[in-house]
């Protein structure tokens, strides 16, 4: 297993190239983690910059001595995979922003749909996107990732269709067989720039939403002869792109 991951805001280093991880990261290494001199840790700020440590010293509670000697810098992923995702009901939208942080999706875009029984209005949208933000941060650290995906804003149905636009490979996961949808696990991807993927509600994308975005140049898809929950079913799409476009090879 690769070193456990802890977020920092900057890489400045003391004396000797030490740095000392406290506040709530530092007590999470240090009290829960239990982190011991010799052991490996890597601090990022999970925007790609990242810096492989080793441990020199956990003091009290909530503070952890590292050896810092150099900061990498991982470069942005080819192509890059952005999910557009449904609003679903209860918690399952953080089950689906962290298991599609799990698999490497780069980043994610809550969508609030006709057909969205979930609606983020006022201070419970904005403690919903906090939550899917929270959750994509400590999914980063758990799945040992150095650049976590970024959570934008919540978008309407027409900033979907113009992030569409502009994307290298535009795809809407629409399951209405009668439409004519291609698989996707045959369609031709690029090698780099920008895949946009819509996931739709429970209720699937409405004809209105799906006239708009294929306007946008997006092309309906499926994943299989099976329909998925809205939750899950970026999270088997993402994964099913990495495989196809190489990111896992």
Known sequence: MTAPVFVVDHFDAGGGGHYVL????????????RLQPGEDVILTDGAGRWADCVV?????????????????????PQPRITVVQALPKGDRGELAVETMTEVGVDAIVPWQAARCITQWRGDRGLKALAKWRATAREAGKQSRRVRFPEVADAASTKQVAALLAT????AVLHSDFEHGSEPLATAELPAEGEIVLVVGPEGGV??????????????????????????????????????RTGRWS
């Open 22 to 33: 406290d506040g709530p990261e530092g007590r999470h290494a240090v009290s829960v983690k």
């Open 56 to 76: 020199l010293a956990a003091e009290g509670k909530d503070r952890l001595v590292v050896q810092l000697d150099s900061v990498s810098e991982e470069p942005q």
């Open 167 to 170: 994307a290298d490979f535009a």
């Open 206 to 243: 409405a004809k209105d939403e799906l006239a708009l975005f294929e306007e946008a140049g997006a092309r309906a898809y499926v994943l299989g002869p099976t329909v998925l929950r809205t939750s899950t079913a970026g999270t088997a799409a993402t994964a099913l792109l990495l495989g």
